[in-house]
């Protein structure tokens, strides 16, 4: 084979035939047939080097497989780890490669080690190095006889191995066997281009370190019933997706994988969304994990610190408020879906629900044990005077739309979310000055008063009124008589799978007549081949192109409203369904396209993960007597 060999393959594979690997800096995507076609350096927001997924081979891409044919594929995560280990029967026999990112080091390395197993197996490697998303061809130089240097401003790749390499037209390729007892390790690393070569390190003592790491982080994750499998992988994965330096949680590692093939209905997901992350915290804490929730906590009270109107709906890693949207020309986009975007326009929009989801996500953390945070009270202090006024404006709301703001009913029901938890805050929770009350209903003000004599009383009281207020508000403008539920905003026919959050947030019982038909009228409008959709994209109210897939997440709330109706086998039937739509290692989309049978929309997505995490709690919890639920909302672009 020459370097070129494999320039003819298919350039990417479909969603679910991709692995993750991570070490808590960044990510990459590996595919079945052995190739990394995703992976940005130095963090999980910086330009791809490898950019394959959203192009060709050409914008970077590094496979490595066996040159005999290949009846048989078998992959697995070693239990509890980022360790993957794809095996490949062929004809010439079987081996194995060990893809992993070793965890705990200032930069970032794939390591890609080659064990031969049965008979004796070619393989082939084809390394394609670009940088700034595949548009940026490296100056590639030899160090020595076993290391390659591939510069480009900034940064730099080095690759270290002991197999042959042959360099032509811009690639690097290698030709191996392997047989019984054979092992051939390739590890490429990113440093800065302007600092010395770093030393290179043991690759194997490595993947036990970073084994080790894994396992111990894992194994502290509690027996979920017949589900604890499917949990732990999910907790390894919003592991993965967390941003070690600063406790920042991305709502997932890709950008611009499609909800609609071929549409453009493409964002950059590379983001802390404040919606995301709170969700994240409810699934760590509840599954015990109370350093990740202290780190997640310490990351939102830095971003979101200033005035309360400058909140964002999301943040950089390190908390960095400009996330300006642009689009890559010069990439064709996955299955040619474009416009590849990177950036994100929805950071500067308006979405009131942020302030409910913050504010629950506080105060769980001070009844999950978490300690009081000197911040939290200075925010609450500002927020709830901004939100007493704001609450009754126009928003995009949760999908992010890209149509004219209206008063989405979901969004209200946050906003009384703020309201009703800060109302039942503890005493000591937030220090309120002495004017609390002000604001607050005479009546409840003054009652609070006499019965306490203390600001916190009035603080409540303050909050219980505009709670109230606001209750009455959505159960008069959001619910349509006419159709006998409520709806996706005021003055709306349409549907929207956010309703279901009015149970789950406990604006209403589950059994409160509203409720029943609302969660029937979703049923009978929203429901796609057993999954649900998150609204009507065909009605061209969201700005944007009709299409999408059915959103994961929402089908996962249905289930937890199912638990909470007392439906139980409806809600096992729902959730044995979407647990079964996770790829061979464990992992899923945003969306799932019933009709093709396939994963749509960034991949993995953390709220799908989180789903998974939250409805077995729900059905564990029912099951085994205990009360008590798992708290769930969502995000996404439109």
Sequence with gaps: MTARGMTGRSTTARIEDYALLGDTLTAALVSRDGSIDWFCVPRFDAPACFAALLGDVENGCWKIAPAAPVHRVERQYIDGTMVLQTRYVTDKGEACITDFMPHGNTTSSIVRIVDGVSGKVPF???????????????????????????????????????????????????????????????????????????PAFDAVAEL?????????????????????????????????????????????????LPECIGSERNWDYRYCWLRDATMTLYAFMNLGYFEEAGAWREWLL???????????????????????????????????????????????????????????????????????????????????????????????????????????????????????????????????????GKGAGKDAAKGAGKDSGKDDALWRARCRATADQIHADVCREGYNIELGCFVQSYGSRELDASLLQLVLTGFLPADDPRIVRTVDAIESTLMCDGFVQRYASDSGADGLPPGEGTFLVCSFWLADVYVMMGRRDDALALFERL????NDVGLLAEQWEPKAGRMLGNFPQAFSHIGIINTALNLHRGQTGRGGRAHGVSDADA
Excluded at 579 to 582: A, E, S
């Design 208 to 256: 036990t370190r970073t084994q080790a790491w894994w396992d111990a982080f894992a194994s502290r994750c509690p027996e979920v019933g017949p589900w604890s499998a499917a949990v732990k992988r999910s907790l390894v994965t919003l592991k993965a997706l967390t941003y070690g330096p600063t406790g920042g949680i991305v709502a997932a590692p890709t950008t611009s």
């Design 124 to 198: 082939e490697m084809d390394l394609v190095m670009r940088f700034d998303y595949g548009s940026a061809v490296p100056w590639v130089e030899k160090a020595d006889a076993h290391t390659l240097t591939a510069v480009a401003g900034p940064d730099m790749l080095v690759l270290r191995t002991d197999a042959p390499l042959v360099p032509q037209d811009h690639h690097t390729g290698s030709q191996f066997d392997v047989g019984p007892g054979d092992r051939v390790v390739f590890v490429l690393s990113h440093q800065p281009s302007n600092e010395p070569l770093h």
């Design 302 to 436: 830095r971003s979101v610190a200033g005035n309360p109107e400058q909140m964002q709906i999301m943040y950089g890693l390190g908390g960095e408020r400009r996330l300006p949207e642009q689009e890559l020309a010069w990439l064709n986009g996955y299955e040619g879906s474009r416009p590849v975007r990177i950036g994100n326009e929805a950071a500067t929009q308006t979405q009131l629900d942020i302030y409910g989801e913050v504010t629950d996500a506080m105060m769980q953390a001070l009844r999950g044990g978490l300690p009081r945070h000197r911040r939290s009270a200075a925010i609450a202090q500002v927020m709830v005077p901004f939100l007493e006024k704001a609450w009754q404006g126009k928003d995009r709301g949760i999908w992010e739309i890209r149509g004219e703001p209206r008063h989405f009913t979901h969004s209200k029901v946050m906003a009384w979310v703020a309201f009703d938890r800060l109302a039942q805050a503890p005493d000591g929770t937030t220090d309120w000055p002495a004017d609390a």
């Design 579 to 582: 647990v079964g739509l996770c």
